[in-house]
């Protein structure tokens, strides 16, 4: 595939765009010139520029390979375990996106001035390469990281590209990997590599601005499983012969019950409508890490982020966050926040358990603003069933409690019951993620 | 100084906070913990580390000094001209803050899993350097600068420091710099370079976790004069021969009458009540890049930031915004956003324009919330008499007028009128700065 080339649209330019809505407009044009015909404009109404090309990536490989560590190593629970490779793909607003090089894993050059450095000028996708139980390599969804990637990117203001070239990159890279990363193993059949797209302004300049030089690129991780704390040796162990390497947040010590979860008090918000918070852009992570720091400090491992004075629950940590319980009505029903008002990440696994729950039909299924107060009256009631995390990292994490301002909401998982609902939509997706059936959701990479 | 050591007050430990109060319990805990004693401990309660020490800041020069480009040159333009060297400072959470060095200017090597690079665990100041009429290299008010500057670490979970030591670091750093960077000048009395202090998380682990490596590095940029435009020549021609260099949002050709704001919609905000708007993080400035684009697009030069269903005037861009008009009861007021929710930047210039307007006495001087409706009353009653953004980079910018959801709001300047008051205010500050008159804000740096 060569880089194609079109003249720019002007009906839709923001430039001329009188419309009122600022940012949406920006968002959906940039989003539509990508997605209509592949190809990327600049802001500069003369110039148009190479798009991602999957086609021109190139791969060079190590002189030699790493070891691959096992997965209760103190390196593995440090999340700093990375593969033997990276990809990288560079892109200047003169002259759009150069060839993609999946190249040996090392570190990066960036000028003191680089806008990432300054201006949280970045986006991520936060995905996972499976082994199958059939021996081969699959991804989950991944259509649907690209989406939500290139919509960060635009939100961020950095450059649009492709969704298709990028998957093609992607699979290229976890293809490459495969083979080492994730071997077939008859003793353990759920193996998976996290994979961490991300893009980065790297135009060395200071002032405030669209940036004009930017990096994607995808790394691999191998992952604790962050979702099955009984498999996790004690991480103080780890901790100590770790000195100053990363310690996992979520190789926490933790009773193997659950998540426990504290409420966000009033004086602090993760995202506000206007804001960026369905966005996967750095700008979400870093100040939160105040309040997750001071919860994990009193034995808590999330924040469940709540919203104004209503206490609206909104996501758990860095994971969407669902309730079943029997509503007010008598009914089983599954309730998670409502997209709308651009607060809410829209996860992947968010959108399959929604998905796999409504496609069953034993269940009602909401998606609507919901209160700590609502939650706190059906545990009064005896009408709270289930809690739990969803997301890439954390994957299906059932939740034994809530703390919220003096208040301890104990689910029934708290009180040694079990988490059946939970943990059924999570072998559903597992056997589908590993390949036990055959789904679209599970998409096949070829290995190299 | 040698590296001081107290063992922890367990009495501040915000693990054994028992207070509701998330994150301010945090921050004040950090904050205090730091200032108290010039010391710094680890989050794990067994470990004294070492504080930042300029005594031990060592100094290396580069084989051969740049060229120092003229004012008005491309480079200069672009933002993107730093000096000779830079000051650059590790901190571990195992030791603590290493030596710093003053070493040629250079890139920085990053692992592709650095903290800065995915959660934005980054945060900076703007700061000046000034060469007075007296032949002395002068700082302006630099300890506010340095508060600011721990309580942003702070903020966004990065290591706290002395505040004290950090102003050494700083004031060392300028003092290598300023005989070739800030030349005595006899055509040119009021040279500067623009300072910018930073601080990233470096640890390459991406748990989403408090940093436990960090690098504070402070670098110098020759910048364009933001303030005046009349003094730059036309931007296309620097634009035109500097290719795929970033070029300077504040050198946009513009016409000389003064800074003309585009008003936000309802469906973008910069910050929000229990945010981080008041903390000068990464997060801040990313997320407002398309607003910001999309004004330039239509010919304004910064975003007017509302916030609420009352359009509440908040910042100008990334410049504080002050409004001097007639009040409703006939007084002459000088009116900005009160520092109180947390969405607005404690500005230094902000600050020292409410101290010198309030110690002169001849306007009323309120800090309270106000809204774009009092604004577009106060014009068309014939009471607007100013506008202006007040921050390190645009200095004092008189705005000409204000584009409001169809309504064009323009003040006396932008129909050709003057804008006596902040060009008052404006001479007044340089001469502190420029050492025309001895004031305790203007702070000598020795040279080295």
């Not at 008090?265 to 918070?277: K, S, Y």
Request: glycine share 10%; aromatic share 8%.
């Amino acid at each position: 595939m060569s880089p194609s080339a079109v003249s720019r649209d002007f009906t839709s330019s923001p430039t001329l765009d009188t419309t009122s809505k600022l940012t949406k407009a920006g968002t959906e044009s940039a989003l539509s010139k990508v997605t209509s015909n592949g190809t990327t404009t600049t802001g500069n109404d003369d110039i148009v520029v190479a798009d991602l090309d999957a086609s021109k990536c190139t791969v060079t490989h190590p002189p030699t390979f790493k070891p691959v560590p096992a997965l209760d190593s103190a390196e593995v629970l440090s999340q700093s375990c990375t593969t033997d490779h990276m990809l990288t793909a560079r892109w200047t607003e003169a002259g759009g996106w150069e060839a993609p090089e999946i190249k040996p894993y090392g570190a990066l050059s960036l000028m003191p001035t680089a806008s990432v450095l300054h201006y949280a000028t970045e986006c991520f996708e936060g995905m996972k390469a499976y082994r199958g139980a059939d021996g081969k390599v699959r991804l989950f969804r991944p259509d649907r990281n690209a989406k939500r990637f290139l919509k960060s990117a635009t939100r961020i203001s950095l450059p649009a590209f492709s969704t298709h070239e990028f998957l093609k990159c992607l699979q290229r890279f976890v293809g490459v990997e495969a083979r080492r990363w994730l071997p077939v193993d008859e003793k353990d059949d759920e193996r998976f590599v996290y994979l961490r797209p991300t893009m980065i302004a790297t135009a060395p300049a200071l002032g405030v601005q669209k940036p004009k030089e930017a990096l994607m690129y995808i790394i691999a991780v191998l992952f604790p499983r962050l979702d099955e704390p009984r498999r996790m040796p004690p991480a103080g162990a780890a901790l100590a012969t770790n000195g100053a390497n990363g310690h996992a947040v979520g190789a926490t010590p933790r009773p193997s019950t659950g998540m426990r979860l504290l409420a966000s008090q009033h004086d602090i918000i993760r995202a506000w409508p206007g804001g960026f918070g369905n966005a996967k852009v750095g700008a979400n992570y870093g100040p939160s890490l105040i309040a997750q720091g001071e919860a994990r400090a009193r034995g808590y491992d999330q924040i469940l982020w709540l919203f104004g004075d209503e206490c609206f629950v909104t996501e758990a940590g860095g994971s969407n966050f669902f309730v079943l319980w029997i509503n007010e009505d008598g009914e089983k029903e599954l309730i998670t926040a409502p997209l709308g008002d651009g607060t809410i990440l829209e996860g992947v696994t968010r959108a399959s358990v929604l998905d796999l729950v409504r496609a069953r039909g034993d269940v009602k299924v909401v998606e609507r603003k919901f209160t700590m107060d609502e939650v706190v009256r059906a545990a009064d009631q005896g009408r709270l069933l289930e809690g739990f995390g969803a997301g890439t990292a954390f994957f299906i994490a059932p939740v034994s409690d809530v703390h919220f301002r003096g208040l301890d909401v104990v689910f029934p998982l708290g009180k040694g019951e079990g988490a059946k609902f939970a943990m059924g939509i999570k072998d559903e997706l597992k056997s589908i993620m590993y390949g036990r059936i055959q789904h679209e959701w599970g998409v096949v990479v070829e290995e190299l």
